[in-house]
Nanobody
Framework: VQVVESGGGLAQPGGSLRLSCAAS????????MAWFRQAPGKEREFVAL???????DYGNSVKGRFTISRDRAEYTVSLQMNSLKPEDTAVYYC?????????????????WGQGTQVTVSP
């Protein structure tokens, strides 16, 4: 099982970035896919999730600004991040959880990517 993130980088406040997560080695439709993030000195925080049935959920701090989506054909999950703020600066992780229940806590996720850095700064 492999989960690999890409697309991080530097953005200005108010700007946009798009992250992608490529998954392989498991049946995509049997997993919930999610994004978490971790800023220096802070705990890992839930950002967004997507279930195969189409359920999405977002952390309160990103609602209305971030959008999660998945591409069945390409086995990728994307996170479109708009109206970025300096407090969005963190390492962003893609994760996969077996089953269909949409938990938003890290303990339920079995597979994790290596993370990609997002920095929002003038």
């Amino acid at each position: 099982v492999q989960v690999v993130e890409s697309g991080g980088g530097l953005a200005q406040p108010g700007g946009s970035l798009r992250l992608s997560c490529a998954a392989s080695g498991f049946v995509f439709s049997n997993y919930v896919m999610a994004w978490f993030r971790q800023a220096p000195g802070k705990e890992r925080e839930f950002v967004a999730l997507f279930t195969w049935s189409g359920v999405t959920d977002y952390g309160n701090s990103v609602k209305g600004r971030f959008t999660i989506s998945r591409d069945r054909a390409e086995y990728t999950v994307s996170l479109q991040m708009n109206s970025l703020k300096p407090e969005d600066t963190a390492v962003y992780y893609c994760a996969a959880k077996p089953g269909s229940i949409a938990y938003n806590t890290t303990r339920y996720y079995s597979y994790w990517g290596q993370g990609t850095q997002v920095t929002v700064s003038p």
